[in-house]
């Protein structure tokens, strides 16, 4: 069997004395593992960087095989963001979610656009001009796999004004007056969340964001198949969190 395809590196593990096991999201085959025979050479090492995007042909004698990658670099964004702080605590952040929640092998090509688009944002932009951006791929993460938020009107009164909270167990939006007796348990809205609302955000309101994305993630794909958050998509929160108590 075989194809070939566009691809972004998420991870590569040291497999005998030269080869790795290299994980990738491709664009039409979704998130998948092969065997890189010298992927772990120091040639090898340069463009298997997470977050490069590479094009890359897949081999194996049976489908359920892990089969062997041909690798091409066709975008090297790595050492763009290995020399700044946040973009690569986005980078890992990136990696660790799309390995954690994305079924191997299911094809999720808006997932693969969305992560291409981010990482160019990621390796050029500050974490301020991203962010945002962030937290709508992980809302699209959300939606291809069949658990899309509702944020477009009140789930108590379907009034499309002055969304302010979403219900942590339902993923819909509130208002300010249908939350207010319960606020203490209702998830903070971004408004930069709401096309209609859309202005620059606060460090407040990517923290908000950010909070309201793990939250679901956590609560819908990785609690049920016994996973936790990943810590790297942690760390991204904890300089959301530092970013607003500098403000």
């Known amino acids: 069997m075989e194809w070939s395809d566009d691809a972004i590196v998420l991870s590569l593990r040291v497999h005998g004395e030269a080869s790795g096991i290299l994980e990738v999201l491709t664009r039409s085959h979704g998130r ?71 079924p ?24 301020a ?21 509702d944020l477009a009107r009140c789930a108590a009164t379907g009034t ?11 993923g819909r939006a509130v208002s300010r007056e249908a939350g207010e007796p319960y606020r203490g348990r209702l998830l903070d809205l971004p408004s930069f969340l709401l096309g209609r609302q859309a202005g620059e955000a606060t460090a407040g309101d990517l923290l908000a964001g950010l909070q309201l994305t793990a939250h679901f993630l956590e609560q819908w794909v990785l609690t049920p198949h016994d996973r936790s958050m990943p810590e790297a998509r942690i760390r991204l929160t904890d300089l959301a969190a530092r970013a607003a108590e500098s403000q």
Request: hydrophobic share 45%; aromatic share 8%; glycine share 8%.
């Open 32 to 102: 998948h593992l092969g065997l890189v025979r010298g992927g772990s050479s120091s040639k090898g090492r340069a463009v298997l960087q997470p977050g490069n995007r590479v094009k890359l042909t897949w081999r194996a004698r049976l489908s359920e095989h892990l089969g062997n990658f041909t690798v091409e670099l066709a975008r090297s964004r790595a050492s763009d963001m290995f020399e700044e702080r946040a973009a690569l605590i986005g980078l890992n952040a990136l990696s660790a979610i799309a390995a954690a929640v994305l």
């Open 129 to 149: 001009d991203w962010a945002p951006l962030f937290v709508r791929w992980e809302i699209g993460l959300l939606n291809e796999l069949g658990f899309g938020l």
């Open 104 to 127: 191997e092998r299911e094809p999720h090509e808006a997932a693969y656009e969305g992560a291409d688009a981010l990482l160019e944002m990621v390796a050029a932009h500050e974490f």
């Open 160 to 170: 499309a004004d002055d969304l302010i909270y979403v219900s942590p167990r339902t």
